[in-house]
T-cell receptor, first 115, second 111 residues
């Protein structure tokens, strides 16, 4: 079956712009988590959604937001982009919230470059 | 936030067993230990998880000490393709069970 699909794979934005990233989970998976990965900070948890509700949130400013739709697809948005937002954004899906099922399935990520 | 500590890097000869340690001394009785790995430029990949019994699957074995304060991931016959960063994670159920990745162990398998 198809894996986790993230779009776009690569994108370039300039400071001050906003960006929306999309994630389509594995069919049947209702939980979606988002992570930011940078060389300096590693993999950092952004938020987790389950059945359209935000279940967990990491320590990121309010410029980072997300949502989940009734078909479990998820989007995350970053407004007023800063240079430090350049990163690989990873989405992961699971049947139930990640900590309860043991297995997160990750997509290949969306690589954002902010100039 | 990570509740686990791992050595930053390790080397292993191809064909030999790779034993990756993880300390999770503050883990609670009902919290599982999960292992993931990330090959360069790819999303992390689930390997295995366990509670208190040793576990084995087609990828690896997980040995958890009786007091549950540490565990070891064993790749029985490491190959060059096993070169990756390996993450040991113990989700905090008091914080909703979110999976927090630490810095992991960078395993280099050498010919």
């Amino acid at each position: 079956k198809a894996g986790v699909t993230q779009t776009p794979r690569y994108l370039i934005k300039t400071r001050g712009q906003q960006v929306t990233l999309s994630c389509s989970p594995i069919s049947g998976h209702r939980s979606v988590s988002w992570y930011q990965q940078t060389p300096g900070q590693g993999l950092q948890f952004l938020f987790e959604y389950f059945s359209e509700t935000q279940r967990n949130k990491g320590n990121f400013p309010g410029r980072f937001s997300g949502r989940q739709f009734s078909n479990s697809r998820s989007e995350m948005n970053v407004s007023t982009l800063e240079l430090g937002d350049s990163a690989l954004y990873l989405c992961a899906s699971s049947l139930a919230p990640g900590g309860n099922t043991g297995e997160l399935f990750f997509g290949e990520g969306s690589r954002l470059t902010v100039l | 936030d990570a509740k686990t500590t791992q050595p930053p890097s390790m080397d292993c000869a191809e064909g030999r067993a790779a034993n990756l340690p993880c300390n999770h001394s503050t883990i609670s009785g009902n919290e599982y230990v999960y292992w993931y790995r990330q090959i360069h430029s790819q999303g992390p990949q689930y390997i295995i998880h366990g509670l208190k019994n040793n576990e084995t699957n087609e990828m690896a074995s997980l040995i958890i000490t009786e007091d549950r304060k540490s565990s070891t991931l064993i790749l029985p016959h490491a190959t060059l393709r096993d070169t990756a960063v390996y993450y040991c994670i113990a989700p905090n159920y008091n914080q909703g069970g979110k999976l927090i990745f630490g810095q992991g162990t960078e395993l280099s398998v050498k010919p």
